[in-house]
């Protein structure tokens, strides 16, 4: 008679494999929001060296108030810059929270994946004694009528 393994615990197993796939959606999403951080910094880096070029090519060229412009915008520009790499410092941190939420995670749903294999063990190694006792009744049962 051969018995089907159960895991009691393949709901907790498979709420941990949901806990760590949304820790990996949770990364993704934060990293995902660093590289549009900074692609928007080296855009906003190209556009202030490219008022700056303009400035210093036309400066005499330009007007009082075409020079206030432009300097009014490169001062936006710098102000921007400022707080752009602040806000990817932040994002920064909030992908290096998410990689350990999911280190921690992978590491929780490990520990139950672990337990699954040892108790499959034990149960192959009881299937097998079974198997094993099965045998040795039948050639007990055979060497007696023989004998």
């Known amino acids: ?5 159960r895991f009691a615990l393949e709901p907790v197993l498979a ?6 796939e949304e820790k990996q959606q949770a990364l993704a999403a934060r990293t995902s929001e660093l590289r549009e951080a900074q692609r928007e910094l ?3 880096d190209a556009e202030f ?3 700056s070029a303009a400035l210093r090519e036309g400066h005499a ?3 009082s108030d075409q020079l206030r412009a432009h300097y009014a915008h490169l001062e936006y520009l710098d102000r921007r810059i400022v707080m752009q790499h602040a806000a990817i410092s932040a994002l ?19 520990v139950i994946e672990k337990l699954k294999e040892q108790r499959l063990e034990a149960h192959r190694a ?6 094993q006792k099965e045998l040795d009744e039948s050639n007990s049962r055979r060497y ?3 004998a």
């Open 15 to 20: 709420h941990r494999e949901r806990i760590e």
């Open 61 to 63: 060229d330009l007007s």
């Open 42 to 44: 080296a855009h906003l």
């Open 49 to 51: 060296r490219r008022y």
């Open 92 to 110: 920064a941190s909030a992908v290096e929270r998410a990689r350990a939420e999911l280190v921690e995670a992978r590491k929780d749903r490990k």
């Open 1 to 5: 008679m051969t018995r089907k393994f």
């Open 144 to 146: 007696r009528s023989t």
């Open 126 to 131: 009881l299937l097998a004694a079974d198997e």
